[in-house]
């Protein structure tokens, strides 16, 4: 059988989708479609139903993705492990949000450089698109906020990351905390906003969490980035929710205020994720042991 329809219809699986498996792979979407028609003649079975939206595996198509994607993993690694002693260094791939795996992640696996180990690391603000990318081999490890379904992938909590209402000393000078006790959400939602996405991700979910209720806010400043999120906050540029690490240094500065201490903080949860079966190398092992360890001071 063809390698290469196998590695096609395991991306598939794992994408769920033609058009994503395509992306993936650098193919048309045409040209996906034909290769897992030819496998699906081959074997004489279907492996996909198609829906409105993606693909969902038959039976036979769970079955297969189970057995052969390890295999085809194992191939991968061994064209790469083939690579590295060449070189002499083993290359670790890992996905994740920009500014935790900048602050986090990476910082904690560099001690590993020094074991023979090489760095490379994409940056996602989605975990659906770091995920899919583990999935189809592209990275060897990622970090999410979301956990991932289904018996491909594996994932381990890693570390809470608590969320805080910041702005800059003057604006919470203005509000005083006895307005801030009394009137809440009704004082807070006069203040501009600095935020990543039009939508207010970070807002909406401390909203929902402290004051069970919808912001009633719209984005003043909108950057993708929640390292120029806090710059532009500590500016004076209105109020922010940031993760307690990335901004703890800035609050311990003065250089923004929390504005709320509220009993129960917002909490949100990153998972460590790997293709299942791929802790038995040891250069993914050693890093997803590393990073746990290191998580558990975070």
């Given amino acids: 059988m063809d390698l290469t329809l196998l590695r096609t219809f395991v991306t598939v699986h794992r994408a769920g989708?033609?058009?994503?498996a395509a992306a993936l792979l650098g193919l048309s979407q045409p040209a996906v479609t034909s290769q897992i028609r030819t496998l699906e003649r081959q074997l004489g079975r279907p492996l996909f139903l198609r829906r409105a939206r993606g693909v969902t595996p038959t039976?036979?198509?769970?079955?297969?993705?189970?057995?052969?994607a390890p295999h085809l993993d194992a191939l991968i690694e061994i064209v790469e492990a083939e690579l590295d002693e060449e070189s002499g260094v083993r290359t670790l791939h890992v996905a994740g949000p920009p500014e935790f795996s900048s602050m986090r992640a990476l910082p904690a696996l560099t001690p590993l450089v020094a074991q023979g180990l090489a760095l490379r690391s994409s940056f996602f603000t989605g975990a659906e698109e770091a995920l899919e990318g583990l999935a189809a081999g592209h990275h060897d490890l990622a970090i999410a906020t979301t956990r991932p379904r289904g018996g491909l992938l594996t994932a381990s909590a890693l570390c809470d990351e608590e969320h805080v209402l910041v702005a800059a000393p003057r604006w919470a000078g203005r509000l005083g905390p006895g307005t801030l006790r009394h009137k809440?959400?009704?004082?807070?939602?006069?203040l501009p906003v600095v935020e990543v996405h039009e939508s207010l991700p970070l807002v909406s979910r401390y909203w929902a969490a402290v004051f069970d209720s919808r912001p009633a806010l719209a984005g003043t400043v909108i950057v993708p980035d929640l390292r120029a999120v806090l710059e532009c906050t500590a500016a004076g540029a209105g109020l922010a929710v940031l993760p307690r690490y990335l901004c703890e240094r800035a609050l311990k500065r003065?250089?923004?205020?929390?504005l709320l201490d509220p009993p129960v903080p917002p909490l949100r949860t990153y998972f460590l994720a790997v293709r299942t079966g791929t802790l038995a190398l040891p250069h993914i092992a050693r890093a997803h042991e590393w990073l746990l360890r290191a998580a558990?001071?975070?």
């Fill in 296 to 298: 558990a001071d975070w």
């Fill in 184 to 190: 809440g959400p009704v004082v807070l939602e006069q």
């Fill in 59 to 68: 039976t036979i198509g769970d079955e297969l993705a189970h057995r052969a």
């Fill in 254 to 258: 003065g250089e923004v205020v929390a």
């Fill in 17 to 20: 989708s033609f058009t994503r």
